[in-house]
């Protein structure tokens, strides 16, 4: 069975700093997808970035780039130039490469404060 | 991105009653459609999957007789809470997937119980 695992319950950042947030996922599958979800006060998941497993190059949203390690099983969302608005609860996601139809694992979740 | 509604936003009803959640894909056809819940300063528990015209498939745990799903549709799921109790209350949220191998998330439903 797939696991995601986040390892920091809550993180914090000064405005227009970088922030790294780790997530690591255990699985025997070799092609899948990971996504990060932001979650912010009202709740609403929003999908920030996603990477396909195949793909060796990591993916970047604007202010949002992931570092994954395949082999390591690791993926981690770098923020860069932290505002305000980012502050929100981060759900690191797995899923196996079989389409629409499968469902999501999630980790624990991260949640960022990012103060002025 | 991808919209998902969802409705209503906040439901309070008595003991006993019976809820009815609504989640419609606003701008795609969702062939499969998810369930969760979620209890405060926790991740997302999946409930069920759904897929257009099929009977849910619910995760171990989840009574399928207390919370009904109906995915009628290729851009509407339903979610009924039968003779909810106030264990029920929590957030529901629904997500829905369609062609893309991305999940996008309604902005949920606080149901409360009395």
């Known amino acids: 069975a797939q696991t995601v695992t986040q390892s920091q319950p809550e993180m914090s950042v000064q405005e227009a700093e970088t922030v790294t947030l780790s997530c690591t996922y255990d699985t025997s599958e070799n092609n899948y997808y990971l996504f990060w979800y932001k979650q912010p006060p009202s709740r609403q998941m929003i999908l920030v970035i996603r990477?396909?497993?195949?793909?060796?190059q990591n993916a970047t949203e604007n202010r949002f780039s992931v570092n994954f390690q395949k082999a390591a099983k690791s993926f981690s969302l770098k923020i860069s130039d932290s505002q305000l608005g980012d502050t929100a609860m981060y759900f690191c996601?797995?899923?196996?490469?079989?389409?629409?139809?499968?469902?999501?694992?999630f980790g624990t979740g991260t949640r960022l404060q990012v103060f002025p | 991105g991808a919209v998902v509604s969802q409705h209503p936003s906040r439901v309070i009803c008595k003991s006993g009653t019976s809820v009815k959640i609504e989640c419609r894909s606003l701008?795609?056809?969702?062939?499969?459609m998810f369930w969760y819940r979620q209890f405060p300063k926790q991740s997302l528990m999946l409930m069920a999957t759904s897929n257009e015209g099929s009977k849910a498939t619910y995760e171990q745990g989840v009574e399928k007789d207390k919370f009904l799903i109906n995915h009628a549709s290729l851009t509407l799921s339903t979610l009924t809470v039968t003779s909810a109790h106030p264990e029920d209350s929590s957030f529901y949220i629904c997500g829905a997937s369609g062609g893309t191998d991305t999940q996008y998330f309604g902005p949920g439903t606080r149901l409360t119980v009395l």
């Open positions: 990477q396909e497993a195949y793909k060796q």
């Open positions: 996601a797995f899923m196996k490469l079989r389409g629409a139809t499968d469902k999501l694992i």
């Open positions: 701008d795609f056809q969702a062939t499969t």
